[in-house]
């Protein structure tokens, strides 16, 4: 069961990229803009979590994240709206990413370190 479930992921994933560049090549080659180059991006994503669920595999909250972040920063330019939110909302993505890594980076040390436990 779980070798199905592994290669049903891994079907996924690709499909997901191929869906990807496909839509950006399309994107691109029709010149539509970020606001609606972002927003196919935004759909790829959260329709492949979307299935990942429908499908009983785990859902990635990053990807979730990411879909989302695509979303309203295609929302934000499609709509013209010129408060700078989608920098701020990319550079405090990039921090928080950036903080995640520097805790799981310690926590994963500190357990390392201590007697009688094993690393991987």
């Given at each position: 069961?779980?070798?199905?479930?592994?290669?049903?992921?891994?079907?996924?994933?690709t499909m997901?990229?191929?869906?990807?560049?496909?839509w950006i090549g399309a994107a691109l080659f029709a010149d539509l803009g970020w606001g609606w180059g972002l927003l196919g991006v935004a759909a790829i994503i959260l329709g492949g979590e979307g299935l990942r669920r429908l499908k009983g595999l785990p859902v990635q909250g990053f990807w979730v994240a990411v879909g989302v972040m695509c979303f309203v920063i295609a929302l934000w330019e499609l709509l013209a709206i010129s408060w700078p939110l989608v920098p701020i909302l990319i550079i405090a993505f990039g921090l928080a990413?950036?903080?995640?890594?520097?805790?799981?980076?310690?926590?994963?040390?500190?357990?390392?370190s201590r007697p009688g436990t094993q690393t991987r």
């Open positions: 069961m779980d070798r199905e479930r592994d290669h049903l992921a891994r079907q996924l994933d997901g990229w191929a869906l990807f560049f496909i990413l950036l903080v995640g890594a520097f805790r799981r980076s310690r926590v994963h040390h500190r357990e390392s």
